[in-house]
């Protein structure tokens, strides 16, 4: 497992903008795949947006393309997602979850169980 600190959350008007980021430690980040997983009160988490392994090729669920960009710094070890255009249905605790296991060097997850390590959730609040 890897340790992750995910950070970047707040309080925005719909429209607006934030960047979470989620850094690893201990590790060479680029070999993981990265997950951004969101869980809404009373909703289960949902996924968000990946990045995989090496080739950092990104996925992202249909509300958010367009207005969602995930990408990484592998210099910093950081997983970062970009937010824009932010709407109210977009309020939720955001996580980000690593996985090392690997298939190919574009290995990438969207079910929440196949990743080992999460970070601690930073909430996203979007309203006027």
């Known amino acids: 497992e890897v340790q992750l600190q995910a950070s970047g959350g707040g309080s925005v008007q719909p429209g607006g903008s934030l960047r979470l980021s989620c850094a690893a430690s201990g590790v060479t980040f680029a070999d993981y795949a990265v997950g951004w997983f969101r869980q809404a009160p009373g909703k289960e988490r949902e996924w968000v947006s990946s990045i995989s392994r090496i080739t950092g090729r990104t996925y992202y669920v249909d509300s958010v393309k367009g207005r969602f960009t995930v990408s990484r710094d592998n210099a910093k070890n950081t997983v970062y997602l970009q937010m824009n255009s932010l709407k109210p249905e977009d309020t939720a605790v955001y996580f980000c979850?690593?996985?090392?296991?690997?298939?190919?060097?574009?290995?990438?997850?969207?079910?929440?169980?196949?990743?080992?390590?999460w970070g601690q959730g930073t909430q996203v609040t979007v309203s006027s």
């Open positions: 979850a690593a996985d090392g296991s690997y298939h190919s060097y574009s290995t990438w997850y969207k079910d929440k169980y196949e990743y080992a390590s």
